[in-house]
């Protein structure tokens, strides 16, 4: 036979051969096995198949050339190191089978253990193992449950209940009491189980059951399961799994052996400690199953210390080598130790902030570090109220949490009751199996939303995070029957008007109502808590990770602020200046009537009198505004929505005539109201006469805005303050709008500022997307620019966002049109690349040419990335975004090794 001459692909490789950063090619399980293995630490030998075989066997659907032979030697070399053969029926090698991709992921195919046990080796392993017969049938049944029900499908549920069975016949609840004769019985009746689900016998060449066990691994990739954990989390669908073979040990030996977990720190807070549980004599994942109550891994001291002393070491080791939490499986055969798996592990938000703090104190990391290691998502979900969780509070059911926050309140099953009873002033909790546009009434009534079946982009869960609702998706152990108006779950029936507590950042239900408390992380941004006194580790380390970002960060961050309590606290929030102070609720309240004025003027002088009354009101707004945020920029938008807005309702006007009239009463006021009314009205007012378009309509209501905006900010500069204004023009679409706009403003603030010192910048939105394509023209006439960024998303996808976002945007995004709503998160190809574009034009024109976003998207994480990104100066976002916008800014400008936080 002629010798093949083409290099082969590699396609295993030992644990000797790999290491921690290869996780896209050995899985993260199997690239820390690598890694533990050349630390030196007790890892039971055994060999990575990797991703790319697992791409390359679901593109082809077999497995690539060369890849039957490469496991073949490294078998044998296991074989030989082990000193024995796979299945041997005197001394048989057993194989466990592990999926690991490179992001953990708990929708993959679970792992078979005991790979290499049939009816002849079963007997070999109990000679292995002393004449410990009960062992061998224990660790048979178990491959054979594990084997049928991950690799052939067969329900789970049919081995367990004949478990069951076999405990019941024993009168026992624990399955140590079952002995071999027992298992054996066992054996048969799963072996029965199998035959009837498969269609054939168990197989019993050890060989066979390693290759199937290893394509179902593969095809597991592909599972329906998989692939909606990996949609909901955003993983990229084409990273594949890799297989891990790996020599097994025997936590189920007798009561020297055992299995358990362990964390280098508690995951929950970030304290210091020894946190973990041990199984005595069980294997696997007994210690996670809960069907024998686990121990405290201290107590493990107790039990085998020489053990407990060798973990100990290893857990210090890990953690000074990964510079992290780290979590461990490990198993105890007779006395030693081994270690089966680790990983940088997870944790909650709260213990996140803590362990990058102590990361530092300890000289693991530096400060650069423990701010990439942290980020805007959980600072947000600090940022909320909790339940104040004592004993007496136990979930009854834990869904996905859709939409973070804390919410109690009376169940309800229809958007209807739910308008009605918060009408009421009742808190409300919306339960439905799931939701869709019908409800949105409801779910704005409601404090929170609470549905037993879909995920993190459900109708539900899209729409309550739009509205920063709390929300609890996919709870289904809740039997919802809307009809009857109740729900029941964990044997208890829950009515309408029930009270119910729902968090949406763990996703976990309660019956009654959990208090609430308020956020210590708040507390420390009011400046209520002093960092240096305080005795919370995690106030200590938001407020070092916080200043690191700040001394990092480019980009200066502002608030959204139309008052001066929403300015005073953004302040204190950390905002540099305003980037968007909007003037409309400056028309509302008891100055409609003055509106109402204005815009039913019929001559000159009618409408220059309502204006000159509006003037005073608002320059006392604005010297509020600007005495809040003496010596920052403060960024004022002229007048933008539609003035129908401003009017009542065309339906009630029109039945308020009515009834009017027909009482015989003077109408005259309102008819002419109603047909201004009629008159105003656009099919799609979004697009219609709003923002510059109505400053340039009517006339002197911008003159009037600039003039009040001018005086407040020499009076505020008379009387000792600095008011720095910048006053910015919406919906610009033409150069010329503003050029127009500018020329009256202009000559106005000269007249008005005079000698005062004072100085008022004239800038625009670039909203429109014509704006952005002609931002090098837009830029002569302009001192800034401020994307707008929610309406340059409406009009660049061509969403209206108050009907797109409750209607379809679930269905696109379980489609994967996109992977977040572009309202939510900008979307950087399409309207990012106006941003783009803008800014470079706009710079090229102007050099210099301030450029900030007072969208909502200043305050989203990734977005502000984007943002550092095209070179922006300032993000604006709402006040209780700015201490995320400061850190994710700050993030923004570090560089680092970029390990992968998920
Ligand atoms: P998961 O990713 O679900 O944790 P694992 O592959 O880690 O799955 O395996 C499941 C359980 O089986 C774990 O408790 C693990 O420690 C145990 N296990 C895996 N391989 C072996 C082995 N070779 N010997 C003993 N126990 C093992
Ligand atoms: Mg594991
Ligand atoms: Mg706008």
Not at 162 to 189: C, F, S
Not at 249 to 257: K, P, T, Y
Not at 447 to 452: M, V
Request: include cysteine; glycine fraction near 10%.
């Amino acid at each position: 036979m002629a010798a093949q001459e083409t290099v082969e692909h590699k396609y295993v490789y030992d644990f000797a051969e790999g290491n921690k950063d290869l996780k896209d090619l050995l899985g993260g399980k199997g690239a820390n096995l690598a890694e533990m293995t050349n630390l030196g630490l007790p890892v039971p030998p055994g060999f990575t198949i990797t991703t790319e075989a697992c791409k390359a066997y679901l593109t082809t659907g077999r497995e690539p050339d060369g890849l039957a032979a490469q496991i073949e030697a490294h078998l044998e070399s296991l074989e030989r190191e082990m000193g024995r053969k796979l299945g041997d029926p005197q001394d048989p090698l057993l194989v466990s089978v592990r999926s690991g991709a490179k992001f953990s992921m708990p929708g993959m195919m679970e792992t078979v253990l005991n790979v290499g046990l049939n009816d002849r080796s079963v007997v070999g392993l109990s000679a292995q193992a002393g004449g410990n017969d009960r062992f061998a049938w224990d660790s048979y049944r178990r491959l054979i449950q594990m084997f049928g029900k991950t690799v052939c499908e067969v329900p789970g549920e049919e081995f367990e209940h004949a478990l069951d069975d076999a405990k019941r016949a024993k009168g026992t609840q624990n399955d140590l009491d079952l002995d071999a004769d027992d298992l054996r019985g066992l054996v048969d009746a799963y072996k029965k189980i199998f035959a009837k689900h498969t269609g054939r016998e168990f197989p019993q060449e050890p060989r066979e059951q390693l290759d199937l066990a290893i394509r179902a691994v593969f095809e597991s990739w592909n599972a329906e399961r998989a692939v909606v954990y990996r949609r909901q989390e955003r993983i990229p669908a084409d990273l594949g799994t890799a297989v891990n073979v790996v020599a097994m040990v025997f936590g189920n030996l007798g009561a020297d052996s055992g299995t358990g977990v362990a964390f280098t720190r508690d995951p929950g807070s970030g304290a210091q400690g020894i946190y973990g549980d041990y199984l005595a004599n069980a294997q696997g994942e007994d210690v996670v199953a809960g069907i024998r109550n686990t121990v405290p891994l201290q107590e493990l001291e107790k039990i085998d210390k020489k053990s407990y002393d060798e973990l100990l070491d290893y857990m210090a080791r890990l953690e000074e080598h990964y510079k992290d939490l780290c979590d461990i499986e490990f198993t105890i055969e007779r006395g030693k130790l081994w270690m089966l798996q680790t990983r940088v592990g997870k944790r909650t938000a709260a213990a996140a902030f803590v362990i990058a703090g102590q990361l530092v104190d300890e000289g693991l990391i530096d400060l650069d570090e423990a701010l990439h290691r942290v980020n805007g998502a959980q600072l947000a979900q600090l940022m909320f109220p909790r339940f104040q969780l004592d004993h007496e509070f136990q979930p009854v059911a834990k869904g996905i949490g859709a939409s973070p926050g804390a919410a109690s309140g009376k169940v309800v099953f229809t958007s209807a009751r739910a308008v009605e009873l918060a009408a009421e002033g009742e808190s409300v909790i919306l339960v439905r199996r799931e939701t869709n546009p019908d409800d949105l009434n409801g779910m704005i009534a409601a404090k929170g939303i609470l549905t037993s079946r879909g995920g993190k982009t459900s109708h539900a869960a899209v729409v309550a995070r739009g509205m920063g609702k709390t929300c609890v998706s996919g709870a289904d152990e809740l039997d919802v029957n809307v009809p009857a108006k109740k729900f029941t779950v964990a044997g208890q029936t829950v009515n309408e008007g029930d009270i119910v507590s729902i968090d949406g950042t763990t996703g976990k239900v309660y019956l009654g109502e959990v208090p609430v408390m308020p956020s210590e992380v708040v507390q420390y941004f009011e400046g209520e808590l002093d960092p240096e006194q305080a005795d919370d580790a995690l106030v200590k380390a938001v407020h070092r990770i916080m200043t690191h970002a700040d001394e990092k960060r480019r980009l200066q961050v502002r608030t959204n602020a139309d008052t001066g309590a929403d300015a005073a606290r953004a302040r204190r929030f950390g905002a540099q200046g305003i980037g968007l102070c909007r003037t409309e609720h400056m028309f509302l309240g008891d100055r409609r009537e003055l509106v109402e004025r204005l815009i039913l003027a019929s001559t000159d002088e009618e409408r220059e009198a309502a204006l000159a009354a509006l003037l005073p009101l608002q320059r006392a707004d604005f010297i509020d505004i600007f005495r809040e945020m003496d010596g920052l920029p403060v960024t004022v938008r002229l007048i933008d929505p539609p003035l129908h807005e401003f009017l009542p309702p065309l339906e009630q006007l029109a039945v308020n005539v009515a009834v009017a009239q027909e009482r015989g009463e003077d109408v005259a006021k309102e008819e002419a109201l109603l047909a201004a009314v009629r008159r105003m009205h656009e099919e799609n007012p979004m697009l219609g006469l709003r923002g510059v378009r109505l400053g340039l309509v009517i006339p002197g209501l911008f003159a009037m805005q600039v003039r009040a905006i001018a005086e407040a900010a020499v009076e505020v500069t008379r009387s000792g303050g600095s008011a720095c204004p910048e006053i910015m023009v919406p919906l610009v679409g033409a150069v010329q709008e503003l050029e127009t706009v500018r020329a009256e403003a202009e000559k106005i603030i000269a007249e008005v500022v005079g000698d005062s010192g004072v100085e008022v910048l004239i800038g625009t939105m670039i909203e429109v997307p014509r704006a952005a394509l002609t931002a090098g023209q837009i830029a002569e006439a302009a001192q800034f620019f401020s994307f707008g960024t929610n309406d340059l998303t409406q009009m660049g996808w061509g969403f209206s966002r108050d009907d797109v976002e409750g209607a379809f945007f679930w269905r696109y995004l379980e489609l994967g049109i996109f992977g977040i709503s572009p309202f939510e998160s900008i979307d950087r190809e399409g309207v990012g690349r106006l941003v783009r574009i803008a800014a470079e034009e706009g710079r090229a024109a102007r050099p210099g040419l301030k450029l900030g976003v007072c969208g909502e998207h200043g305050g989203d994480p990734d977005s502000v990335h984007f943002f550092h990104e095209v070179g922006l100066d300032y993000v604006s976002c709402s006040p209780f975004r700015v201490p995320v916008a400061r850190l994710e800014a700050g993030r923004a400008a570090i560089t680092t090794t970029g390990s992968d936080s998920r």
